[in-house]
């Protein structure tokens, strides 16, 4: 099977626990890069914590980053699970190379 092809998120039940954990991280990590950013912007209305500010912006922003990384990561991972025949569409067999 290819990348980002929505019925992989539900092709199994380990298909759908994979989502669900991967979902997990990444809203955690949505979650931290909006708490830096908060943070940060309310250092930057002193000035002793404008560096410590500028520190949680960077952060933040590197946690944005990491957003659509672990994205491709679940889509990566999904595409290398096997996927069982009830799922593959109609015609098609593990043996036939669909998975490629």
Do not use: C
Not at 53 to 60: E, N, Q
Request: hydrophobic fraction near 50%.
């Amino acid at each position: 099977m290819k990348p980002f092809n929505q019925g992989l998120r539900s092709a199994s039940s380990s298909h759908a626990e994979i989502v669900r954990r991967y979902e997990l991280a990444r809203t955690l990590v949505e979650f931290l890069a909006a708490v830096t950013f908060v943070i940060g912007s309310i250092f930057f209305f002193y000035d002793s914590l404008l560096f410590a500010g500028t520190w949680l912006f960077l952060i933040g922003s590197i946690l944005f980053a990491v957003r659509p990384t672990i994205r491709l990561l679940l889509e990566l991972h999904l595409a290398r699970l096997p996927v069982p025949e009830e799922f593959r569409p109609y015609g098609t067999r593990a043996s036939d190379g669909a998975d490629t």
